[in-house]
Structures are given as structure tokens and as C-alpha cells.
């Protein structure tokens, strides 16, 4: 029992730790030292909270000496504190649980590894995360009480009866916001002149809240316990928990800097994480990201050169050329255990004529799509081109076209709302809605042009049209000695939906209602499939045309509603 109390007091250190380095770093910001923030008075209700963690360096603020105390959290950034925070090792799959957190999106490993921890949404077409929406206060009920591991607790839910906003606690989530009251996690505010309390479990969780709610438990939490050492407690060898630690060295070497550690001979051992850091003095995996992961026990010393990719940092996609940066290397063992090992503060070897690439990453705000990149500060930049393509995974200007060129040197955003045509591309003038294309930033500068990083993204307008789309799915039958394919889609609740259109092509990959074949057209709203065989008929040009037993074709399904037409993704499949 005290080992598991043990365990849960150092989760809750972690945690906290995590997400106030997770604030500074999503801000772009390296914090300041000075543990007096100007918007942040000793009268403010988190004073005391903020201040805790600051004198023991757990917390920092903003370069402006400020520490924004109502800025709020979103549900992607959260899924990243906990990921951190409870140490998580990275789960990735193949097929993302969530519909809009895609394996491009910055967040993915964090969601995908935090779900168990979190809330999700589940409608008719598939769970969504919404990964953009601020994160709520029952949102960190859940987390804490899951944390705590008192998510199996009985509970009396009459407890809420004493909270007159009870009823917009979610349904499912009600248990845990009983226990997190119960428990003395969270309990909300005192009505005035009353008995009765306020959870607001749809408030908006800011970085003050949160360092409040952690502040407590930590407070109460954290007992010194005295305890001696015996002789042979410290025997020399580099060792934590019985695992062999990296001990890291570096030097430059030319235009690179290299890394050296002490090669692992356990029989647990997995694999080395280089890791890197602008801001984290002693950065780790997985909650600094990664360079790369070698699974080669012997390996020992990496090489590390300006423009090299890295994943998940605080810095961008690239190293930059005469940058500091804190280097370690964390060694990976069986049963999720990383050990990191000391970091070493190098500066990047500055390269004559050092072009900057565009770090790109995209997100949805506001339903739209929304690519940006970082600031590039070089007086030889003249701008930046938007470039897209369907077929090449790594398009550039000029030789994949492009959407817009920006001259404005500040700008690090566009919104792609499929207004302005796209020139000399791959997939014609306008982006196609629930289709997949690669996008990049190209940097212009005076005599040459840089590339970006690319992503791969499905696109929408506006991510509305996302739940308009159907979704379809094929299989081959065989139904009184006769073989089919059945095509089927999830039914779509609109009241403007007016019926489905089957639409399919020998050669086109992308078959268009208008100029490819028409198999059947469906009025009945409540029919979500379709069956076809060989021979079966259908319209292009006028004429008639029969499907070809031993042939494959694109199949898609058309959405036709009072004010729209919505295209579904593509299936391509032989005729049995």
C-alpha cells in the first residue's frame, strides 16, 4: 500500500511537472526565472498555487515576465500533459481512433496514447476528440481520478445533489466528477448565502485552474519521509532502478554535432532515443519528442547535422544552424521503462549561407483548415508559396505548382478554403472535400528556393462537411450461387438529404458525378447500400455500358442534399 501510495505521489509530481513545461512550450516561449509575473498579483486567487511551484522551479512563465494566468487549455494540449505526465510510452496504431486527430496531426501519438485517460465523442459516423475545443473542467475531473487510479471507487452519487449545475455534467462522466468531490479533487465554488455549490463542469480549464488543482494535490500530497542510507547504497555504478543509465558526451565534428554514450548490455534493453531540447534542460523520451530511436544495442555515438528532421520537440521540424540546443540520449527497456540519461548543451556548428526551412503542421480552427509554419528571421527571405499536390509526397515550388504566394515575410498562417485556384498542380484548380493531399511551404529567397517539411492531410472546406460525407465500405458475396459486391455506407441523419448517386469508373481514381458513370441513383434516404454483379449497367456519355466480370473499377457514393453535393471516399475493387 505505501509503495502504491508512493507511485501515485510521483505521478502526481510528474504531472505536474509536465504540464507547466507543456504551457511555456506550446506559448513558443522559454520561460524566465523571476518568479514574480506582472499579471499576477499576490492578491490573485492562484497566487499562492503559482508561486509554490515557481520557488521550486517546477513552473516558469513567459519572456515578458508574465504568466497568463486565463489563458485556456485545449483537449489536444491536454492529451499531451498527460501523455508527459504520467509518463506514457507512445501508442500509434494504424487506424486512427478518432475521425479528425489523423496520423499528421501534431497531437496524434499523445491522443492515441492518453485516450484511456480522457473523453471522447461517439455519433452515428465514428468517435471524434475534437482536439481544438478548449478542455473543460470534467475533462480534468476524469484525468485526475484516473490518474489516482479511484476510477473503480464506490461513490455515493447523491453527492451531486448538492451542486446546482449538476445536470450539465455529462452523462457519462458523472461517476468520476462524484469521486474527484468526494475526494476532494475538485468541489467547485460556494453559492453565497447557500448550501448549495457550482462545479461548472463546461468551464473552461486556464493555466491558472490548473495550477491550482495540482498545486492542492501536490500540497497535501507531498510529505518529506526521513529515512537512512545504508553503506553499499551507493555503489558508483551509473545505474536507476536497477537500469543502466546513458552517460552522453558531445563534441562538434565539421557542421555537426556528435553525440557519444556508453553502449547498454541488458537484457531488457530496447532501443536508444535521441533526444533534443531548445528549452528542457534535461529532456527525455517520450515527452520531448525524438530524433530517432536506434534498436542497435551496440551503436554508441549519432551524428547530427543542421536541417535534420526531428519529431514532437519544442523547436520546430528542423535543427537550425547556430542554435543551442540541449542533447541526451534516454534508453528504452521492456515494460515502458525509459531511463534518460544527462543532457549536454551544444550549439549547432554555424554553416556560410544557411537557408531556413519552413517547419510546416496544420490543424482545423473554426471548421477550416489551417496551415502555418514558423517565423523565418533572414533578411534574404522574399516570401513563402503554399504548394499542394495529390500524387508527389514531397511537393515544392516550382515544380508542383502553387496555391498562393505570400510576400508578407510576418505571415505564418493561411486558411485554404478552397476560394483561390490552384496553378500548374496535379489534381486540377480546386481540392476536392474528403480526399487526401500532401501539403508544404516552399521559403523563397533571394537566389533559391527552400522546401519545406510535407504532411499528408485529408481535406475538408470546412470540417461540417466531414459529417454530410458517406462513408463507404465494399465486400464480396456470394447470395444463391451468384457472386456481388456490396456496396455500403453509413446512414447520414440530415433533413436535406435528398437520396444517393452510384458513381463508377474503369480508369479514374476519383470518379466525378458529372463525367464518369452513373450506376444507380437512390431516392430512398434509409437505403445505405447497393449490390452489383457483372453485367450490370450503367450510364456514361449517353450509353449504356455493362461492369466486366474479372475487371476492376473505382467505385463512390454521392450524398445529393437541397443545397449541396457531398462526394464519399473511393473504393476500388474486381468484379467477381
Known sequence: ?????????????????????????????????????????????????????????????????????????????????????????????????????????????????????????????????????????????????????????????????????????????????????????????????????????????????????????????????????????????????????????????????????????????????????????????????????????????????????????????????????YFSVTAIYEGNVNVKGNAVKMRMPIIPNYFEKPSVKYEYKDNKFVLSWQKIDDSRLVGYWIVISKKSKEPKYPDNGYLVFINDKNTTQIVIDNTIPYKSGDFGEYLKDGEEYYFSVTAQYQDRVVPGNSIKAIYYSNLEIAKLRPKLQAKTVRWRGQWYINLRWDKIDSDKLQGYKVVVSEKNSTPDLNKDGLLAVISDKNVTSVNIKAKDKYLLNGEYKELKRGHYYYFTVYAIYSDRVVGGNVIRIKIP
Open 1 to 325: 500500500m505505501k509503495l502504491f501510495k508512493k507511485r501515485l505521489l510521483l505521478i502526481c509530481v510528474m504531472l505536474v511537472f509536465a504540464i507547466v513545461q507543456i504551457f511555456s512550450a506550446i506559448a513558443f516561449a522559454q520561460g524566465t526565472s523571476n518568479p514574480i509575473f506582472s499579471d499576477l498579483p499576490q492578491n490573485h486567487w492562484a497566487y499562492n498555487a503559482v508561486k509554490f511551484m515557481v520557488e521550486r522551479g517546477i513552473i516558469t512563465g513567459y519572456p515578458d515576465n508574465t504568466f497568463r494566468p486565463n489563458n485556456p487549455v485545449t483537449r489536444a494540449e491536454f492529451a499531451r500533459i498527460m501523455v508527459i505526465g504520467l509518463n506514457l510510452p507512445i501508442k500509434v496504431t494504424d487506424n486512427p481512433s478518432f475521425k479528425d486527430v489523423p496520423k499528421e496531426h501534431w497531437a496524434y501519438p499523445y491522443v492515441e496514447t492518453a485516450k484511456y485517460y480522457l473523453t471522447g465523442f461517439r455519433t452515428q459516423n465514428g468517435d471524434y476528440f475534437k482536439p481544438s475545443d478548449y478542455a473543460v473542467r470534467e475533462d480534468m475531473a476524469v484525468a485526475l481520478v484516473k490518474a489516482k487510479g479511484l476510477q473503480n471507487e464506490n461513490v455515493d452519487m447523491n453527492i451531486l445533489n448538492n451542486y446546482v449545475d449538476k445536470e450539465q455534467i455529462s452523462k457519462n462522466l458523472a461517476k468520476y466528477v462524484a469521486i474527484a468531490i468526494a475526494k476532494g479533487i475538485m468541489v467547485g465554488t460556494q453559492i453565497p448565502n447557500s448550501n448549495q455549490y457550482k462545479f461548472d463542469p463546461q468551464g473552461i480549464l486556464t493555466r491558472a485552474q490548473a495550477a491550482m488543482l495540482l498545486y492542492n494535490i501536490l500540497n497535501t500530497q507531498l510529505i518529506e519521509e526521513k529515512i537512512t542510507y545504508d553503506d553499499n547504497s551507493s555503489t558508483g555504478s551509473n545505474q536507476q532502478n536497477n537500469y543502466p543509465v546513458p552517460n552522453v558526451t558531445a563534441y562538434t565534428k565539421g557542421d555537426k554535432v556528435v553525440l557519444v554514450w556508453n553502449r547498454i548490455n541488458d537484457k531488457k534493453f530496447k532501443g536508444y532515443a535521441i533526444v533534443i531540447s531548445k528549452n528542457n534542460s534535461q529532456p527525455g523520451y517520450p515527452q520531448d519528442g525524438y530524433l530517432t530511436i536506434l534498436s542497435d544495442r551496440n551503436a554508441n555515438y549519432i551524428e547530427i547535422g543542421v536541417n535534420s528532421k526531428y519529431n514532437n520537440g519544442d523547436f520546430g521540424a528542423y535543427i537550425k544552424s547556430g542554435e543551442e540546443y
